[in-house]
C-alpha cells in the first residue's frame, strides 16, 4: 500500500474534496468548498492548504464567523443536506463566534462542518494569543464549548489522527438523523505537522442513503389505531421536504381525506391551494389547522420535531383520546407526545402505511364539506389581512400579501426570527416544494441575511428574498458584502418596525407596558428608552456597502421597488416602512411563557391567572 506525505490540512482537504453522497441512484459531491476566516490559528495551516492544493474544493471568504456557518447551514438545508460547505476560523474569537450558528445547524438537524483552530498541541509558545486558560484544567480550549452544540466533536492532536476522526464526522455529517454541526478542532501546530498517509485514505467514498422502511410490528400498531380514527390530521415536517416525500404526502392524504398541516419547517411541502391543506399549525398556526387540531383523534407526524410552536405547548390537541402516529429518521423525535414510533423515512413510511390503510379500506369521518369550509374561511381572513389600510402607513400583513402576490411563485424566501416568521407562516402562500426557507427551530436573529445568501448559492436559478425586521438586520448582516463580492444576487426585504417589536408585543400580552424593546432615544425626565424613534436610513447604509437599494412606504411602492429589483443584478435592499403592531394574532392557539405570580401591576397578576387556566388544558407528556 502506498503512503502519500502531507500535512494534516492538506489531508483534511484531499480527503473532503473525495467525498459523495448517493440518494435514489443520483450521486452528488457532498462537500462543495470551504468557507474561512483567517487568523493565527488557520491562516498557515488549512490557509496554506487551501491556497497551495484544494483540489475542486472551492474557498470563500467569510466576513463574520457566525454569518459565515449560518450561509453554510442555510445551503444544506436549501440542498436537502445533500452538499455542505465547510467553515475554518483561527482560535479564540474566531472559533467562538461560530457557536451560536453551530447551534442553529445542530437544533435544525442540518449538516455543517467546523474546523476551528486551536491553541498549539505542543504547548511550546504558551500561552499563545487568543489562548483560553483554565487554571483548573490546561487541556480546556475554547473549542471545548463546541462539544454542547455538535453532533460530533473531536481534536486531533497528532497528524494521523484525522484518519479515525474524518471518517467519523463524515458518519455524522450524512447521518439524516442524527446529523448536525460537526466539529473538528485543529491545533495551529498539528495542521502543519506532515505524515505519511495510505493512498486509500484518499480513495474516492460514495456515502449511500438508503431510505428506511419501516418495520413491520410498528406498522401493524399504527395501522390499527388510524383504522379505528374518525377525525386524524397529518402534519408536515421539515423531513417530508429532506426526504423529498411531497408528492407521496399528498396522495396519501387525498387517498384517505385527511387534511394536512404544517410546521414551519414543513411548510411548501404541498401547495397552499391544495384543497386538503388547512396551512400552518400552532402558536403561528391558522384557524382552519388549530381547529382540527383541537378535535383530532389520531395525529400523524412526519417528519416533525413537534416544538412547542408546533403543539402550542401541548395545548393545540384537545381529544381525550387522541393518540399520536411519528414517521421519522431520528428516534428522539418519533418518541414524542407518547407516539407511536415508525423510524422510517417519510417516504417509505407513508407508502407502507397507505397500503397498510387501504388493505383496511379506511376512510375518515369527517363532513362532506367541514375541511372545505375551514380552508374557505381561513382564505378569505388571509385576503382580509393582505388587504389592511392603516392610518398610519403601511400595515405589516399587507407589505406580505403585496410581496407574495408580486415575486415570482418559485421564488425563495428566507426568515428566522422577530414577528415575520407568524405572519409567513400563516399568511405566505407557497406554491412550490423549497421555496419557504424558514429557521423556527434556533429562531436565531442574524440568520436571514447570511441564509439567503446560501440559498441563492443553493439555488442559482431562482430569485431569493431574505425577510427580515430592523432589529434581526442590526444584529448580523455581513454576507451581504460576500454574496457582492461573489457576484451571488439576492433581495433582502426589510421590515422597518423601529425595534424587536414581535418580544414588544409579548410583553404587552402579558401585562406589560412595553419596555426595552424599541429603538428608542432615551427619554431625559424618565431616564427610560421612552423618547422618539431613531431615526435610521438602511438604503443609505446598503448603497454604502455596494448594493442597490430603494425604498418603499405604501404598497404601490413596494410593488414597484420588487419590480425594479428583479431587474438588478447585484445584491438589492427595500427598506419597507411598517407601522408598529400591524403582524397578525393568534388563531386559537397559546404560548406558554413564564408569567410572574407576584408584581406591583394588576395586570401581570391577571396574565399569570390566564397562563394557569391555559397550562391545565395541555397534555402532561
Known amino acids: 500500500m502506498g503512503t502519500i506525505r502531507l500535512t494534516m490540512a492538506q489531508a483534511l482537504l484531499r480527503y473532503l474534496d473525495q467525498q459523495y453522497i448517493l440518494v435514489d441512484g443520483v450521486e452528488t459531491k457532498f462537500v462543495k468548498g470551504v468557507i474561512g476566516i483567517f487568523g493565527h490559528g488557520n491562516v498557515t495551516g488549512i490557509g496554506e492548504a487551501l491556497e497551495r492544493s484544494p483540489g475542486t474544493l472551492r474557498y470563500m471568504q467569510g466576513k463574520n464567523e457566525q454569518g459565515m456557518v449560518h450561509t453554510a447551514t442555510a445551503y444544506a438545508k436549501q440542498k436537502n ?45 504558551d500561552p499563545v494569543l ?171 407526524g412526519v417528519g416533525t420535531r413537534f416544538s412547542d410552536f408546533t403543539t402550542a405547548s401541548r395545548s393545540a390537541f384537545q381529544h381525550p383520546e387522541a393518540t399520536f402516529i411519528n414517521i421519522n429518521l431520528n428516534s428522539m423525535d418519533a418518541a414524542k407526545l407518547g407516539g407511536e414510533a415508525i423510524l422510517a423515512d417519510a417516504q417509505e413510511g407513508l407508502q407502507a402505511l397507505q397500503k397498510a390503510l387501504q388493505e383496511q379500506q379506511y376512510q375518515t369521518g369527517y363532513d362532506a364539506t367541514e375541511v372545505a369550509d375551514l380552508r374557505d374561511e381561513w382564505i378569505t381572513e388571509v385576503d382580509r389581512l393582505y388587504s389592511l389600510e392603516h392610518a398610519d402607513g403601511l400595515a405589516q400583513t399587507t407589505a406580505v400579501g403585496v410581496i407574495n402576490e408580486t415575486i415570482d411563485p418559485s421564488s425563495v424566501i428566507v426568515c428566522a426570527a422577530g414577528s415575520l416568521p407568524g405572519d409567513l407562516h400563516r399568511l405566505w402562500r407557497a406554491a412550490e416544494p423549497k421555496t419557504y426557507h424558514m429557521e423556527y427551530g434556533f429562531s436565531c436573529m442574524g440568520y436571514e441575511v447570511s441564509g439567503a445568501f446560501g440559498a441563492a448559492l443553493a439555488e442559482p436559478d431562482r430569485e431569493v428574498y431574505a425577510m427580515v425586521g430592523d432589529g434581526s438586520y442590526l444584529m448580523l448582516h455581513s454576507e451581504l458584502v460576500t454574496s457582492l463580492q461573489e457576484q451571488k444576487k439576492f433581495t433582502v426585504l426589510l421590515f422597518n418596525n423601529n425595534g424587536f417589536q414581535c418580544i414588544h408585543n409579548l410583553q404587552r400580552e402579558h401585562g406589560s407596558d412595553g419596555f426595552g424593546n424599541e429603538f428608542r432615544y432615551r427619554d431625559s425626565e424618565s431616564g427610560r428608552l421612552s423618547g422618539d424613534y431613531m431615526q435610521m436610513d438602511f438604503v443609505a447604509h446598503a448603497k454604502s456597502m455596494g448594493a442597490k437599494a430603494y425604498k418603499a412606504e405604501t404598497a404601490e411602492q413596494l410593488e414597484q421597488a420588487l419590480k425594479d429589483a428583479r431587474n438588478e443584478n447585484v445584491t438589492t435592499l427595500i427598506e419597507i416602512s411598517v407601522v408598529p403592531g400591524t403582524n397578525a394574532g393568534g388563531y386559537e392557539s397559546w404560548w406558554n411563557v413564564g408569567v410572574p405570580e407576584v408584581s406591583t401591576e394588576e395586570k401581570v397578576i391577571h396574565a399569570h391567572q390566564a397562563m394557569l387556566t391555559n397550562r391545565s388544558k395541555a397534555r402532561p407528556i
Open 130 to 300: 487568543q489562548q483560553l486558560e483554565v487554571s483548573s484544567d490546561y487541556t480546556i480550549s475554547a473549542t471545548d464549548p463546541f462539544k454542547a452544540v455538535s453532533k460530533y466533536w473531536d481534536r486531533i492532536v497528532r497528524p494521523e489522527q484525522l484518519m479515525i476522526a474524518a471518517t467519523q464526522a463524515m458518519r455524522v455529517l450524512t447521518d439524516p438523523a442524527e446529523t448536525g454541526a460537526v466539529t473538528l478542532a485543529l491545533p495551529q501546530d498539528v495542521q502543519a505537522e506532515a505524515y505519511d498517509y495510505p493512498e486509500s485514505f484518499f480513495a474516492r467514498k460514495v456515502h449511500y442513503l438508503d431510505r428506511r422502511p419501516p418495520v413491520q410490528a410498528a406498522l401493524e400498531r399504527a395501522t390499527e389505531q388510524i383504522a379505528r380514527s374518525k377525525k386524524p390530521l397529518l402534519i408536515a415536517g421539515g423531513g417530508v421536504l429532506y426526504s423529498e416525500a411531497s408528492a407521496q404526502l399528498a396522495e396519501f392524504a387525498e387517498r384517505f381525506g385527511i387534511p394536512v398541516a404544517e410546521t414551519q419547517a414543513g411548510k411548501s411541502a404541498i401547495p397552499w391551494n391544495h384543497p386538503l391543506n388547512v396551512g400552518a399549525i400552532g402558536v403561528t398556526g391558522s384557524l382552519a389547522a388549530n381547529r382540527l387540531a383541537r378535535e383530532a383523534d389520531v395525529v400523524i
Open 81 to 125: 443536506r445533500k452538499q455542505i460547505y465547510a467553515c475554518t476560523t483561527s482560535i479564540g474569537p474566531g472559533a467562538l463566534n461560530m457557536i451560536t450558528a453551530a447551534a442553529t445547524a445542530t437544533v435544525n438537524r442540518i449538516p455543517v462542518l467546523l474546523l476551528p483552530g486551536d491553541n498549539f498541541a505542543t504547548r511550546e509558545p
